[in-house]
Structure formats: structure tokens, C-alpha cells
């Protein structure tokens, strides 16, 4: 599981540092987080292998640090790259990247989000997004004092209710 495998960075990497940045490379296939979270590391790159053949889905879990729900949580210097990420309500988001989320990158990223407030919550951040794509039934990013760079990102909501439309980016 690739929350084990970040839970265990210790002992297969040692301790990241910008010398010593670790690669937690997740094979093909779909991997079922349920209700738990998988929280980034600084100098962890996290790659899939390829966002149409690796999936993590779940519906969310906690971070310490975070008052939100979601199944991944960003980290300063951190890297998700080829893998697909998708997420069901109860989370808040699918990804969340709070102020201490403030250099993550994420490329090459497919986010699908199910029945969430956003597929993405940046709060007080700048993380950036380079060939990412988001699907989602209500917001695709929201953000809340962040300053996101994005480069070759799409957005895409669909399924809204006309009580509720949906929107792209807040």
C-alpha cells in the first residue's frame, strides 16, 4: 500500500533531505485507501505509472496538521506524478495542499472527484500543476489565499445539479 510504504519512509529511504530526495514508485493498478489518506513528504516524489493504469481511490482520511479530509495531502518539496487520483465524499477534496504544501508539484495527474465541496483545496499555498487534468461535479480547485501555478491543466465539471452549478476554479 502506498500509505504503508510512506508510513515505513524510514527505514527504505533513510531521512529526505534535498541530498537525499526518496521515490516511492507505485506499481500498475488500482489501490483502495478507503478511508485513510496518503499525507506527502518533503523530498518524496510519489510516481505512478502512467495516470490511466495506476489509481489510489478512497473516500479521504485525516492529516494532523489539516482541519480537512482528503485522500492525498501535499508536502513542501514534494512530487505525484502518472497516477490518478480518485475520491469520494466524505473527503473534502481529493487533494488538499495546505500552507505547509507550499512547493508540491504534482504532473501528469488525473483527479477525479465524486460528490466533494472541490477536487482540489489550496489553502495558503503555491503549489504547481503541470499536465493535469480534473473531473469533477462541483468545484475543480478551490482556492483559499493560494497562489497555485498551473501549465497545461484542465478542468472539467460535469453531473451538476441546477440547484447547485458547479464552477472551475474559485
Avoid: H
Avoid at 482528503?70 to 487520483?85: C, H, Q, Y
Amino acid at each position: 500500500s502506498p500509505v504503508a510504504a510512506m508510513a515505513d519512509l524510514q527505514a527504505w529511504c533513510g531521512a529526505p533531505a534535498n541530498s537525499n530526495r526518496c521515490q516511492l514508485k507505485i506499481l500498475p493498478g488500482t489501490y483502495d485507501l478507503g478511508a485513510t489518506a496518503l499525507v506527502m513528504k518533503p523530498f518524496v516524489t510519489v510516481t505512478g505509472s502512467g495516470p490511466y493504469t495506476t489509481r489510489l481511490r478512497g473516500t479521504g482520511g485525516m492529516n494532523p496538521t489539516s482541519p480537512s479530509l482528503a485522500l492525498v495531502f501535499g508536502a513542501d518539496d514534494a512530487e505525484l506524478r502518472s497516477l490518478t487520483i480518485e475520491a469520494a465524499s466524505p473527503a473534502d477534496a481529493a487533494i488538499v495542499n495546505d500552507d505547509e504544501a507550499g512547493s508540491a508539484l504534482y504532473k501528469d495527474v488525473l483527479v477525479v472527484a465524486r460528490q466533494l465541496p472541490a477536487a482540489i483545496l489550496n489553502r495558503q499555498s503555491s503549489p504547481v500543476f503541470e499536465d493535469v487534468a480534473i473531473d469533477a461535479d462541483r468545484t475543480g480547485m478551490r482556492n483559499e489565499r493560494a497562489t497555485p501555478s498551473l501549465t497545461d491543466v484542465t478542468i472539467t465539471v460535469s453531473n451538476t445539479a441546477a440547484a447547485s452549478p458547479g464552477e472551475g476554479m474559485s
